[in-house]
């Protein structure tokens, strides 16, 4: 029994290296039948990740989505429990209350000592005639002449004290908006129109200031990196013509521009002195999807799917007709779905790329 078995992985394993080799040799054929001007390389589908972390340290309280779902810009990922910050709040308002009402009696305050000051004022007015008139002594008009400075300093004194509500006030209107905007920060929300890679969080847990709640695909930003040999990566130019062709789909080719090309070698040998071991040097290169040739299929896009990438090295150079077929446009949603669809699952893989009318 065990001899079989033994037998039958033996003849898998065969299988699976023949239709490797096989592999390999038709994309070797692929490349060696295009033309001159146009080279090609192996990589795979990728796109950006883009962590919704916390900006402040808090419980999570609920999280809206599920790996895999697809999320629009703006829409709400994690709600943090907002209890701390909603009596914080509540505190600043108070303390904005209590500066209104202490501006309010500083305020008549002032007004109570602006009429004694004017009284006083008049008061020292009338006791100067009657000095000049030697109808009242010196010390009756000192007398007067005091309780006006005393009315002046009493009626600097309350705006001053204005001035300080006013300020403490402000001080609470400012803590507010602080915690409002902290508040706000609490509801994290999608940057990208992507899909759901990674829940890293569930409801209850704690995370720590910057800590990642979710990861997305961030899927109007989709490439493919191949490797191009040193005389081959010389010559490409940023924003050169190429297309994709994806291993589950060869039949068609979708079209993109080169965004990167590296700087520096990605594999090298140990010396380069010769110029055998210069030609080995390999450079990364980048095909960008354009987005609006990735809407249409933003439902269907899957990373990590692998393919041959074509790039033009010359813009006078044609492209081969079996590279010139864009992929066909996606089907149209049904227009009922039944109720237990959601246990259906996918069975046609649809890549990437680009519309037919696109193309």
């Known amino acids: 029994m065990g001899s079989k078995i033994v037998g039958r992985l033996l003849v898998l394993v065969v299988a699976a290296a023949a239709a490797f080799v096989a592999w390999q040799e038709w994309t070797r054929r692929q490349a060696a039948a295009l033309p001159v001007g146009i080279?090609?390389?192996?990589?795979?589908?990728?796109?950006?990740?883009?962590d919704v972390a916390a900006k402040y340290a808090g419980r999570v309280r609920t999280i809206a989505v599920r790996e895999g779902d697809?999320?629009?810009?703006?829409?709400?990922?994690?709600?943090?429990?907002?209890?701390?910050?909603?009596?914080?709040?509540?505190?600043?308002?108070?303390?904005?209350?209590?500066?209104?009402?202490?501006?309010?009696?500083?305020?008549?305050?002032?007004?109570?000592?602006?009429?004694?000051?004017?009284?006083?004022?008049?008061?020292?007015?009338?006791?100067?005639?009657?000095?000049?008139?030697?109808?009242?002594?010196?010390?009756?008009?000192?007398?007067?002449?005091?309780?006006?400075?005393?009315?002046?300093?009493?009626?600097?004194?309350?705006?001053a004290k204005l001035r300080s509500v006013e300020q403490s006030e402000e001080v609470a209107r400012a803590e507010v908006r602080r915690v409002q905007a902290q508040i706000a920060d609490s509801t994290l929300t999608s940057p990208v129109r992507g899909r759901v890679l990674y829940r890293l969080?569930?409801?209850?847990?704690?995370?720590?200031?910057?800590?990642?709640?979710?990861?997305?695909?961030?899927?109007?930003?989709?490439?493919?990196?191949?490797?191009?040999?040193?005389?081959?990566?010389?010559?490409?130019?940023?924003?050169?013509?190429?297309?994709?062709?994806?291993?589950?789909?060869?039949?068609?080719?979708?079209?993109?521009?080169?965004?990167?090309?590296?700087?520096?070698?990605?594999?090298?040998?140990?010396?380069?002195?010769?110029?055998?071991?210069?030609?080995?040097?390999?450079?990364?290169?980048?095909?960008?999807?354009?987005?609006?040739?990735?809407?249409?299929?933003?439902?269907?896009?899957?990373?990590?799917?692998r393919g041959v990438g074509f790039v033009k090295l010359d813009d006078a150079v044609a492209w081969p007709a079996d590279l010139d077929r864009p992929f066909p446009p996606p089907p149209a949603a049904p227009s009922v779905v039944p109720a237990d669809a959601a246990s259906v699952p996918a069975t046609a893989p649809i890549p990437t790329p680009a519309p037919a009318a696109a193309n």
């Open 201 to 305: 969080a569930e409801e209850g847990e704690v995370l720590s200031a910057g800590g990642k709640a979710v990861t997305l695909l961030d899927l109007s930003d989709v490439s493919m990196e191949i490797f191009l040999p040193a005389q081959d990566a010389g010559r490409v130019r940023i924003g050169a013509d190429a297309r994709i062709r994806l291993d589950v789909r060869p039949e068609y080719a979708g079209r993109a521009r080169v965004s990167f090309v590296s700087p520096e070698a990605q594999f090298t040998p140990k010396q380069v002195e010769t110029k055998s071991e210069r030609d080995k040097l390999m450079f990364r290169v980048k095909l960008q999807f354009p987005p609006e040739l990735i809407a249409p299929y933003i439902e269907r896009v899957k990373t990590g799917l």
């Open 70 to 159: 697809l999320v629009e810009p703006g829409q709400m990922i994690v709600a943090m429990d907002t209890a701390e910050l909603e009596a914080e709040l509540a505190k600043a308002k108070a303390k904005i209350a209590e500066a209104e009402e202490s501006a309010a009696e500083v305020t008549a305050d002032i007004v109570s000592k602006e009429s004694q000051q004017l009284y006083a004022r008049q008061q020292f007015a009338r006791a100067e005639k009657l000095l000049g008139s030697k109808t009242i002594t010196r010390d009756e008009f000192e007398e007067k002449e005091a309780k006006l400075r005393v009315a002046e300093a009493n009626v600097n004194a309350a705006k």
């Open 39 to 50: 080279v090609s390389g192996n990589g795979r589908i990728e796109s950006i990740q883009v």
